[in-house]
């Protein structure tokens, strides 16, 4: 990942299509802080609530459209 254009003091909205671990997320938002961004919120499309990966998150509020439960993969 790369930063470019983060000024310090900025908000910033992290979202990505989905979240599992919420390793990626943690990333994205480690390197944004270290850029002194502020991470005001997270976002996804998917959750696969039970990998867990809100709970990575630090109380960082995320909001998401879907959540996915292991049992929706046959249906
Ligand atoms: O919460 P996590 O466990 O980090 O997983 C979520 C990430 O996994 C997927 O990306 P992937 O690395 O599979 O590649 P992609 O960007 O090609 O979708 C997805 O797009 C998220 O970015
Ligand atoms: N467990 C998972 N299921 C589907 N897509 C993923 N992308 C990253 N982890 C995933």
Known sequence: M?????EHG??????DD????????????????????????CACVIELPEL???ERLNG????VLIECF???DSQ
């Open 2 to 6: 790369h930063v470019r254009g983060v």
């Open 10 to 15: 900025e908000r910033a909205l992290v979202v």
């Open 18 to 41: 989905l979240i599992a671990t919420g390793g990626t997320l943690c990333a994205a938002m480690d390197l944004l802080e270290r850029e002194g961004a502020e991470i005001v919120e």
């Open 52 to 54: 867990k990966g809100r």
């Open 60 to 63: 960082k509020s995320l909001y």
């Open 70 to 72: 292991e049992s929706c």
